[in-house]
Nanobody
Framework: QVQLVESGGGWVQAGGSLRLSCAAA????????MGWFRQAPGKEREYVAA????????NYGDFAKGRFTVSRDNAKNTIYLQMNSLKPEDTAVYSC?????????????????WGQGTQVTVSS
């Protein structure tokens, strides 16, 4: 069973920044397409960003463009989500996801493995 563990969430004031991490204990992590998603209370899960296995390709949800950056370090089996200029509406549980079906999945919810998530709270 693939295990994905997110960290880095917390409380921040509007305009602030956070960097989320997602670690996987998989020797083939470098072959996995990865993604970030979020879910706010009472709302459906929302696509945030995706990254290809090598990091050469990235994609963002409209709200994330220009503010969020996804990256990965395959030597550390970790992907990151740098979030800047945070807004109260960014408050949500942020989760990472992985798939080995393809090296690049793009903007899709169709990932195979999911982490438990980390809470991000942005106050006004």
């Amino acid at each position: 069973q693939v295990q994905l563990v997110e960290s880095g969430g917390g409380w921040v004031q509007a305009g602030g920044s956070l960097r989320l991490s997602c670690a996987a204990a998989e020797r083939t992590f470098r072959n996995a397409a990865m993604g970030w998603f979020r879910q706010a209370p009472g709302k459906e899960r929302e696509y945030v960003a995706a990254i290809s296995n090598s990091g050469a390709f990235t994609n963002y949800g409209d709200f994330a463009k220009g503010r969020f950056t996804v990256s990965r370090d395959n030597a550390k089996n970790t992907i990151y989500l740098q979030m800047n200029s945070l807004k109260p509406e960014d408050t949500a549980v942020y989760s990472c996801a992985a798939s080995w079906r393809s090296q690049w999945l793009g903007p899709t919810m169709n990932f195979d493995y999911w982490g438990q998530g980390t809470q991000v709270t942005v106050s006004s």
